[in-house]
């Protein structure tokens, strides 16, 4: 695997997706060290010379009206600032969140307008090549000033304190070097707040939450449409020409691959027709001569007339035969009608809008993964230090409700699917609940639908935007915050809650189309999948197999679940 090269201007969501979960290398280019030098000498300047720096010479936040003029006090300010910081609650960061973490806060560093150390910046890259992980509780931080709290938690191991998780096991932050035969750093002067000031922690959230939203939203339509195939549903809500008349981009997106995934498939746009002369053929048996004399005008049925057959199903005391044959001809009948409901053929619609809701965050990720967000910043050519707010998480706090949204939406259409497909009366004459014995002894599939339902109801109240509240921190000084973070960890909650809702719809779609399947080889319609659908179907088939009747479905949902990334 090639290693994520860093110089502080082109890091991209590929690439911590790549440090995260498949724990590749980072290196530094070379160059890149000439301006973190640079900032450094500038800074060690100010310092030596009394300047007013404000979190170098001076307290912070309400503080920084306290000036720290003596060179080592202002030394052990940075080092204090980490440690009073460090106060971090609630549930530990997974892992790949941490590495995500440590590359962005890496990447911001190597900017060149921070004012740390070469062996700084080189320590931290150790960290992540060398699996040190700093244990950051995931609740303290209100987005601005940035994520102080769990930034504090992450740097906090490159001084020796605090914990890290090394080969499964939590240590000390000092023994967690020593066991990589590491030395713990001397902050200097500026390096403290530059370590903990700034958006990464909301940063990492939002880049690996819309790395998972795009592939789960991509991995639920191939479930959707093998649900549409199931349904039989309508060709005419994907045709190309009618999403071209809106001129929404990510809609016409969505109902290109649509009809990529269900391409090759007969049972997409299944016409009433051909369901019903493949009855009269199978009826044929069971015609008196008059019968047959009666017919001989109906040589080509049409969907209008497909009520003509009733009186010729096999007789009602041939009750196995006759309700199946009965259950095809009212779906045929079914087909008649030229719509289907908006679950269906508003798909593109709706999963096109939290498509383009998803690539407006992913733009704000992007842009945020290599922006210079502590404070102050130098710089240097200018022989300046200035102190602003680009440590203010607004911009990605906006932007991670908005995802959140996106992803509530799909999880809202998806649970409409799998409640359509168990509904007797609107899955279009397959067995209720899909349960393949209708004896009344099984229930089928009727509970997954309200787990799909109870996950839908959680990410409603989620969904809630946490950029809407603010509470004012520091005595007023930090008066606005973002919330930011919380909007982060919500996003990936609710990401997880739509990876089971999807879950839960392909254990559905997989057993209505094999339903639909037995149903229609009573007239010896053999069904075709798309290229796409077949290819989920078959792997669902390994994975779960045709509930002939009641089990313990629980086992069936983790066994999707835990091959989610093979799907």
């Given at each position: 695997m090639k290693s994520v090269i860093l110089n502080g201007n082109q890091l991209d969501i590929q690439s911590v997706v790549q440090i995260a979960f498949n724990e590749a290398k980072v290196e530094i280019q070379p160059k890149t060290y000439q301006n973190i030098e640079k900032s450094r000498k500038y800074i060690e300047k100010q310092v030596k010379d009394k300047k007013i720096v404000y979190g170098v010479t001076t307290g912070f936040g309400a503080n920084a009206s306290k000036v720290i003029d003596n060179y080592d006090?202002?030394?052990?300010?940075?080092?204090?600032?980490?440690?009073s910081h460090a106060c971090g609650i609630g549930k530990p960061f997974e892992k790949?969140?941490?590495?995500?973490?440590?590359?962005?806060?890496?990447?911001?560093?190597?900017?060149?307008?921070?004012?740390?150390?070469?062996?700084?910046?080189?320590?931290?890259?150790?960290?992540?090549?060398?699996?040190?992980?700093?244990?950051?509780?995931?609740?303290?931080?209100?987005?601005?000033?940035?994520?102080?709290?769990?930034?504090?938690?992450?740097?906090?191991?490159?001084?020796?304190?605090?914990?890290?998780?090394?080969?499964?096991?939590?240590?000390?932050?000092?023994?967690?070097?020593?066991?990589?035969?590491?030395?713990?750093?001397?902050?200097?002067?500026?390096?403290?707040?530059?370590?903990?000031?700034?958006?990464?922690?909301?940063?990492?959230?939002?880049?690996?939450?819309?790395?998972?939203?795009?592939?789960?939203l991509y991995k639920s339509l191939k479930a959707s449409c093998m649900m549409f195939e199931a349904l039989g549903a309508r060709k005419q809500a994907f045709d190309e020409r009618l999403h071209k008349a809106r001129k929404h981009e990510h809609q016409e997106k969505i109902a290109t691959w649509v009809r990529d995934f269900t391409k090759g498939s007969n049972l997409m746009g299944i016409e009433s027709g051909e369901l019903a002369e493949k009855i009269l053929q199978k009826v044929q048996s069971h015609l008196t001569t008059h019968q047959k004399t009666e017919l001989k005008n109906h040589i080509?049925?049409?969907?209008?007339?497909?009520?003509?057959?009733?009186?010729?199903?096999?007789?009602?005391?041939?009750?196995?035969?006759?309700?199946?044959?009965?259950?095809?001809?009212?779906?045929?009948?079914?087909?008649?009608?030229?719509?289907?409901?908006?679950?269906?053929?508003?798909?593109?619609?709706?999963?096109?809008?939290?498509?383009?809701?998803?690539?407006?965050?992913?733009?704000?990720?992007?842009?945020?993964?290599?922006?210079a967000v502590d404070n102050p910043l130098i710089f240097v050519d200018d022989d300046v230090v200035i102190s602003g707010g680009n440590f203010h998480g607004q911009p990605l706090a906006l932007a991670l409700d908005y995802l959140k949204l996106a992803v509530a939406e799909m999880g809202n259409l998806l649970e409409r699917q799998i409640n359509k497909m168990t509904d007797e009366a609107t899955n279009d004459c397959l067995p209720a609940f899909l349960a393949a014995d209708t004896s009344g002894l099984h229930s089928g599939l009727m509970i997954p639908q309200y787990a799909a339902a109870a996950l839908v109801s959680e990410n409603k109240v989620l969904v809630h935007p946490a950029s809407a509240?603010?509470?004012?921190?520091?005595?007023?000084?930090?008066?606005?915050?973002?919330?930011?973070?919380?909007?982060?960890?919500?996003?990936l909650e609710m990401i997880e809650n739509v990876r089971k809702i999807t879950t839960i719809l392909m254990l559905t779609a997989h057993q209505a189309l094999h339903l639909r399947k037995l149903q229609l080889e009573q007239i010896d319609y053999k069904i075709k999948l798309g290229k796409e659908t077949k290819d989920l179907h078959k792997k669902l088939d390994k994975l779960v197999g045709f509930i002939h009747q009641d089990r313990f479905l629980h086992d069936d949902i983790q066994a999707i679940l835990k091959n989610w990334q093979e799907l």
């Open positions: 006090t202002a030394k052990e300010l940075q080092r204090n600032l980490l440690i790949e969140i941490v590495r995500a973490i440590m590359l962005i806060r890496l990447n911001t560093l190597l900017a060149g307008f921070s004012g740390v150390k070469k062996e700084t910046v080189a320590l931290l890259s150790e960290l992540i090549n060398q699996n040190i992980h700093p244990v950051i509780p995931s609740q303290g931080s209100v987005g601005a000033s940035g994520d102080l709290c769990p930034l504090a938690h992450m740097a906090i191991v490159l001084i020796g304190e605090g914990y890290a998780e090394v080969d499964g096991v939590i240590l000390s932050g000092k023994e967690a070097l020593k066991k990589r035969k590491l030395k713990p750093i001397t902050l200097e002067h500026k390096e403290g707040i530059a370590l903990l000031n700034g958006t990464s922690v909301m940063a990492a959230l939002g880049a690996l939450g819309v790395y998972q939203a795009k592939e789960l080509e049925i049409t969907p209008h007339q497909i009520n003509i057959l009733y009186p010729y199903l096999p007789d009602e005391s041939q009750k196995t035969s006759w309700q199946r044959l009965n259950a095809i001809l009212k779906f045929a009948e079914k087909k008649i009608t030229p719509q289907d409901s908006y679950s269906v053929r508003c798909t593109p619609q709706v999963l096109g809008a939290s498509l383009q809701a998803i690539s407006h965050t992913e733009g704000v990720i992007s842009n945020e993964l290599n922006a509240d603010s509470i004012p921190t520091c005595a007023n000084q930090e008066d606005h915050v973002s919330m930011g973070t919380i909007a982060g960890r919500q996003a």
